[in-house]
């Protein structure tokens, strides 16, 4: 696999697109992280890692409307990849949807969103954007 936070990616759409209420995917320290903020900010239920022999895993309980049954997030894209990083500054912050939307940034202090990377004053590298 040439790009796991792709395939991480992917995966989580599909759980969507199927209307899952639970997917698993492999660990890794920044899928961890990524699930994190989509926790904090309201796009998945719940996370948890499971630790196995062969590997660990993230199980995700994904989020639904209660009464429309529409998934929490509508769009979930790749903006970084190992072939073209795409790195911004404090100046350059993208804003999603009109700021409605999220920016998984990758800097150095760790994976944050585009809302807190401005608060701290540091750039970085944009992983995906969520919406």
Request: aromatic share 6%.
């Amino acid at each position: 696999m040439t790009d796991p936070i792709a395939d991480y990616l992917t995966r989580v759409r599909n759980a969507y697109l199927a209307g899952h209420k639970v997917v698993e995917v492999p660990a890794s320290k920044m899928k961890l992280e990524i699930t994190r903020i989509l926790h904090e900010k309201g796009y998945v239920l719940s996370y948890k890692l499971i630790e196995g022999k062969p590997s660990n895993t993230i199980k995700i309980a994904l989020k639904y409307h209660p009464d429309t049954k529409k998934a929490a997030i509508k769009k979930i894209i790749r903006v970084s990849t190992p072939g073209l990083r795409k790195y911004v500054g404090v100046d350059e912050m993208p804003r999603v949807l009109n700021g409605l939307g999220v920016a998984v940034l990758s800097t150095s202090k760790g994976m944050i969103t585009d809302k807190e990377a401005k608060d701290l004053n540091v750039g970085g590298e944009v992983i995906c954007y969520v919406y």
